[in-house]
């Protein structure tokens, strides 16, 4: 019977064989080998005292798979905003490349997962979004991931294209006529969502997640606001949301509804999408497949420009990030924020009329170059 490798030994119910042992140049080295099985887990400890001597020799770096370093990047940015993001891409590329090495990891072994993708019809952006991961994890590897040995997990991180955004889908901001005709299809929770979302230009999580103790009194103004914290809004920033009177009404029929969320279902049930059945059923019934949700937001701030709000206070109102946008809002600019939004009330008929335009070279989108007078909502 052969003498079993000095330095292993067993632990836990499952009888994992675990080492423990004086390593020269490197000191006690401790490690679980992830088996029960005595063969395998001598076979891991020999690769791995011969990767430590080539390192500590030679210099040459131990071999990690990507799923190693997805794994730790994960761990690393558990309490960022964008590990669900990283999450998701990673789910999608650990098929394709979560058992290569590091060094295999380039644009030549990505081609099956972007074809991959391609075929399922994801969008180009989206894509990209999945490569910009796998780029951050090799940049990381390479320049910042040091192991026990001081050596970097990647000797070089490769150069990875990313592709053409030429599939994009272009926003398609609503006329007041296809606006009455879709809301007027929504069940009353939707559109009460909707008509809040295309009045504040807040984005879908956003509404769906509006809490009461957000809200903000502004006596003087005889009014009120509310201030999404950061951890909901997609730039990390506070969020401050203020409304016209058609997104006042919305909230002061909401009163009373739910002690935590301002949106619920009819039951009282808070809401977490508008994106629904109904959403779509509506969609198609008013002849406008083609609308998005997030177009909501386009038609608020395309609203804004026509009626020539300043580019500062539409990226005040749209919430989108500006170094040199303060957080802090006194009365008297929060007063010319609501003046702002009121130019695209419905209650304010001195808006002119809104022309669109749309491409003719849209299979989609017909050539449409038309002037719409306002219908009801």
Known sequence: MSKRIPGLYKRGKQGIW?????????????????????????????????????????????ERTFRQAATKILLDYQHKRSVGRYAQSLKALDPVIGDLPLRQVH??????????????????????RDLAVVRRILNLAARLWRDEYGLTWLETAPLLQMLDCDDARKPYPLSWEEQARLFERLPDHLREMVLFKVNTGLREQEVTCLRWDWEVSIPELKTSVFVIPGNGVKNGEDRLVVMNTEARAVINRQRGKH???????????????????AWRRAREEAGLPQVRVHDLKH???RRLRSRGVSHETRQVLLGHKNGQITTYYSSPEIGELIE????????????PTLTLIRSENSRKFPAIGRRESRGAV
């Open 18 to 62: 675990h080492i423990d042992k004086c390593v020269k140049g490197y000191g006690r080295f401790l490690e679980s080998t992830g088996s029960s099985n005595l063969k395998e887990a001598e076979q891991y400890l020999i690769r791995r005292l011969e990767e430590m001597r080539k390192a500590s020799v030679y210099g040459i770096r131990p």
């Open 107 to 128: 644009q030549g072994t990505l081609d099956e997962f972007i074809q991959s993708r391609r075929k399922q019809g994801i969008k180009a952006n989206t894509i990209n």
């Open 259 to 277: 002690p935590e969320f301002v949106f619920t279902y009819t039951n009282g049930k808070p809401t977490d999408r508008i994106n629904t059945k």
């Open 299 to 301: 038609t608020f701030g």
């Open 340 to 351: 702002a939004v009121e130019k695209v009330s419905w209650s304010d008929r001195s808006t």
